[in-house]
């Protein structure tokens, strides 16, 4: 199985629309949880299913991070410079008229 189909059935295990936040991702893993927790369902083995969810958990939220681009400072340890650099594309250094 390549990428993409592997990313298409994590999609389907948590039941996710094509497009996605990080947050609709942990949100659908958090509900599928709760929904196979054996609590809620005594004397059936969620076991199998439990474990998809938790690898189409962990492939989709490792597939975001790698395309996450970040936009706050200090989001992740990012410093100010980092982030101007990254917004930007040249150094927050500040000049005078006179430098200009």
Request: charged fraction near 35%.
């Amino acid at each position: 199985m390549n990428r993409w189909d592997a990313i298409e059935q994590a999609r389907k295990a948590l039941k996710l629309p094509k497009r996605v936040t990080r947050s609709q991702i942990r949100d659908a893993y958090r509900q599928r949880c709760r929904q196979l927790h054996p609590d809620v369902n005594s004397g059936i083995d969620t076991t199998d299913e439990m474990n998809l969810v938790n690898a189409s958990y962990n492939l989709l939220m490792d597939y975001a991070d790698e395309y996450t681009i970040r936009l706050e400072p200090n989001e992740s340890g990012m410093t100010d410079e980092e982030w101007w650099m990254h917004k930007f594309g040249h150094d927050p250094v500040w000049h005078t008229k006179e430098e200009d």
